[in-house]
């Protein structure tokens, strides 16, 4: 499996909210940190098998030590590999990580607005 850029880049924000990932069955990820005040979930488009990462940091290190890696996901570990390189990344039992024990669901949005790149750019140029 390829992870597309979207994935990894969500994967990043992951690593600033919680060190570590349990990935779930499918296409969803979701996460919370340590403190249980900030919590992400996203669908992304590849599947990902039940697996958990202890540190995310260590993971996407990994992964960028390759071009355009390919990831074969097993019991316990990732093979990471690219030609005839290969790495593996061992997964993390799931009761040493900190992952969302529910969906998490929002009420109805109060406010709806668009907010262009530009205008956010502007926002912090100004802020600053």
């Not at 990935?23 to 958990?52: H, R, Y």
């Not at 005839?84 to 998490?104: G, N, R, T």
């Amino acid at each position: 499996m390829k992870l597309s850029k979207e994935t990894v880049g969500l994967i990043k924000n992951f690593a600033g909210i919680n060190s570590n990932l349990l990935l779930k069955s499918g296409n969803k990820l979701a996460t919370i940190s340590a403190q249980k005040n900030v919590m992400a979930d996203a669908t992304v488009t590849e599947t990902f098998p039940d697996f958990g990462i202890y540190d995310l940091n260590e993971f996407l290190g990994a992964m960028s030590l390759f071009e355009d890696p390919d990831l074969d996901f097993s019991d316990k570990y990732v093979s990471i590999s690219q030609g005839s390189m290969k790495i593996k990344f061992f997964a993390a039992d799931a009761s040493v990580l900190v992952a969302p024990q529910k969906a998490i669901t929002f009420p109805d949005a109060e406010i709806n607005f668009n907010l262009s790149a530009a205008n956010l750019n502007m926002i912090h140029k100004t802020a600053s």
